[in-house]
């Protein structure tokens, strides 16, 4: 079993800033792939982010690229979500997950094996 906190959520004004932190605990030596993906208000669950293990894969949906940074701690069990130049479109709910049966990084939210319960992000115009 694998344990998710997501923090680091809030209420930032369009052109802010925001870091997301995910803490995993449990067996953490299983968690391949980590991700973030994000669903607001009346909409389904979007990727955002992922990271392999090692760190030296990562994808991003294409309205975060080049606003959003993911990265991972394995000393820490951490992965954490960097968001710059934030919009009011980036609303929203945001949630770590967790993939240990596959080392690939999935955009789909069915490949992922553990959830967080989500914090909340809101930009304000």
């Known amino acids: 079993q694998v344990q998710l906190v997501e923090s680091g959520g809030g209420l930032v004004q369009a052109g802010g800033s925001l870091r997301l932190s995910c803490a995993a605990s449990?067996?953490?030596?299983?968690?391949?792939?980590m991700g973030w993906f994000r669903q607001a208000p009346g909409k389904e669950r979007e990727f955002v982010a992922a990271i392999t293990r090692s760190g030296l894969g990562t994808n991003y949906a294409d309205s975060v690229l080049g606003r959003f940074t993911i990265a991972r701690d394995n000393a820490k069990n951490t992965v954490y979500l960097q968001m710059n130049s934030l919009k009011p479109e980036d609303t929203a709910v945001y949630y770590c997950a967790a993939r240990v049966y596959s080392t690939s990084i999935s955009i789909f939210t069915g490949d992922y094996d553990y959830w967080g319960q989500g914090t909340q992000v809101t930009v304000s115009s």
């Open positions: 449990g067996r953490t030596s299983s968690n391949n792939v």
